[in-house]
């Protein structure tokens, strides 16, 4: 089936420092990834939409200048958490849509601001 | 705006017995919907995708059903085990382009 890869799957960094995830689709062409957040016993909140070659779609209440996304290639997209905040701290799941409408996802990353 | 609500919000269940999750959407008029495992601290895997046209899908011991004009789906599961203790997540897509929307999952928990 198709894998979506996340890299890394943890990180603690100090408040003020950034932080880069990437989200790597393995065995097939993403033309379409997404990037989701989850607080704790809650279920995904999209965050923004990002289309190979283009600019992220972000949603309502998400700041595209704090949450910088770059969909460079077919399999890659990156989630960069600028001047994180302890308030940044959750987990942050990327997804990436295949030809036939299925979409599959990371196995997130969990990040901690201190 | 679609809304998609999951019932029950937590199922236990002895091992062996068979189980039906329930998903229900507002908005008929949808494109395909998926069914999800997340175990904790991990991310989603995808378990079944039913296209609007489809009324079932089938995999091992899960079976999901669609009925678009009611607005709902179940996810059956055959023979419960311990290792489908997870939330099972349904979602819908409205149109190929859109976004999925997500219900808030069951927590399922099946003892030995």
């Known amino acids: 089936g198709a894998v979506v890869s996340q890299h890394p799957s943890r990180v603690i960094c100090k408040s003020g420092t950034s932080v880069k995830i990437e989200c790597r689709s393995l065995?097939?062409?993403?033309?379409?990834m997404f990037w989701y957040r989850q607080f704790p016993k809650q279920s995904l909140m999209l965050m923004a939409t990002s289309n190979e070659g283009s600019k992220a779609t972000y949603e309502q209440g998400v700041e595209k200048d704090k949450f910088l996304i770059n969909h460079a290639s077919l399999t890659l997209s990156t989630l960069t958490v600028t001047s994180a905040h302890p308030e940044d701290s959750s987990f942050y799941i990327c997804s990436a849509r295949d030809g036939g409408g299925g979409q599959f996802f990371g196995p997130g990353t969990r990040l901690t601001v201190l | 705006k679609q809304e998609v609500t999951q019932i029950p919000a937590a199922l236990s269940v002895p091992e062996g017995e068979n189980l039906v999750l329930n998903c229900s959407f507002t908005?008929?008029?949808?494109?395909?919907l998926q069914w999800f495992r997340q175990d904790p601290g991990k991310g989603l895997t995808s378990l079944l995708l039913?296209?609007?046209?489809?009324r079932e899908q089938t995999s091992g011991r899960l079976n999901a059903s669609l009925d678009k004009s009611s607005g709902r789906s179940t996810l059956y599961i055959a023979a419960s085990q311990p290792g489908d203790s997870a939330t099972y997540l349904c979602a819908v897509r409205e149109t190929s382009g859109s976004r999925l929307t997500f219900g808030e999952g069951t927590q399922l928990t099946v003892n030995p």
């Open positions: 908005d008929s008029a949808i494109y395909n």
């Open positions: 065995d097939f062409q993403a033309t379409t």
């Open positions: 039913i296209q609007s046209s489809q």
